[in-house]
């Protein structure tokens, strides 16, 4: 099964992000059940989980890496600290509108206007604000989840429901996690988030922070001779960067994987940091990755100008040269580049 393989990377953080944004800013919880335990880190009984975050409501949600946070108030108006989410593989939130827990929902399936907002899509989510149910992201199975709501008009958890949240007004919001790798924290107001969520303390700049630039890269790499594919995959290098984005990157870059990362010079890393920046932009802006696998699964398209240049294209010609796109394991992962394109 190829999605498998796939794991949400940056952009589509960021768009799991925006679209908890536009959906929750400003929600009331009333209401958390945990229906696996294990999906909470911390508190380490889910219950205080559940108990924390009753009452709260979510001031805006932020990214670091691919952590997820919501800033979180209490009903005085004071910081209750603060939910941390990492989707790892297959987690995936499932927003489901009070009016759409009725009993019989059958209008959906002839009503277009209700048919376009269950389709897993940041415009979707732009240009219908009022939908009943939406998948707030689409990457991994849990997709078939979601389509198993919509095809028996059922609102019921199914067997990878994970944490449920309510709002004050009855609305839903789910978590779905067919892997089950995926993490949520409570940290409480006083404790540095760090303590808590360790994997943060680790993470170096992001990728569009003025701290993420060529003297960073340089200091950081200096004398290195680790291949520089591996060193971009380092997450206390730049912060969220996977494997389609480092390939793609070097590509652009006109990197070669292997090249030890302290022979680069400034011009050479300020093209690779430019490089990144670009596309990680250009897939946010088009809501998150649209490699192949994505939109076989899912049906969203939202290419970065087109198509991956060299992710996933052993075998095929170079889309600048026309050279075989070369594949090996690097560092443990599968890495793609163009031996003409990238010296
Ligand atoms: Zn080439």
Known sequence: ????????????????????????????????????????????????????LSGCCIVRWR????????????????????????LRMTGQFLWIAASAQMPTQA????DPAAQRATQPRERDMEQAPSQERLVLNTVGAAEAEAQQYRQVQSTEPGPHTRVRFWSSGGDELRFIDTRSFAQ??????????????TGLARLGPEPFDPAFNAA????????????IKSALL????????????????????????????????TQA???LRAALVEILQASIGAGGTTFSDFRDLTGT?????????????????????????????????STHWCSQCQR
């Open 1 to 52: 099964m190829r999605w498998l393989q796939t794991v949400p990377e940056l952009p589509e953080v960021e768009t799991v992000r925006r679209g908890l944004e536009r959906q929750t800013q400003g929600m009331n919880i009333a209401r958390v059940e945990v229906r696996r335990a294990r999906a909470v880190a911390f508190p380490p009984d889910p219950s205080l989980f559940c108990l924390a």
């Open 63 to 86: 990214r670091r890496g691919k952590y997820l946070l919501a800033d979180l108030r209490d009903q005085d108006g004071q910081s209750a600290g603060c939910w941390g989410v990492h």
């Open 107 to 110: 209008a959906d399936k002839q």
């Open 184 to 197: 949520m924290w409570w940290v409480p107001a006083n404790r540095p988030i760090e303590q808590v969520i």
């Open 216 to 227: 960073h890269l340089q200091q950081r790499l200096r004398g290195s001779s680790r291949a």
């Open 234 to 265: 380092d997450q206390s290098l730049v912060a969220g960067v996977g494997n389609i984005y480092a390939d793609e990157s070097l590509f652009a870059a006109g990197i070669n994987p292997h090249t030890p990362a302290g022979r680069l010079n």
């Open 269 to 271: 890393l300020e093209r």
């Open 301 to 333: 398209n939202g290419n970065y100008g087109g198509e991956a240049s060299v992710y996933r294209r052993s075998g095929q010609p170079c889309r600048r040269c026309g050279a075989p796109i070369l594949r090996d394991r690097l560092g443990g992962r």
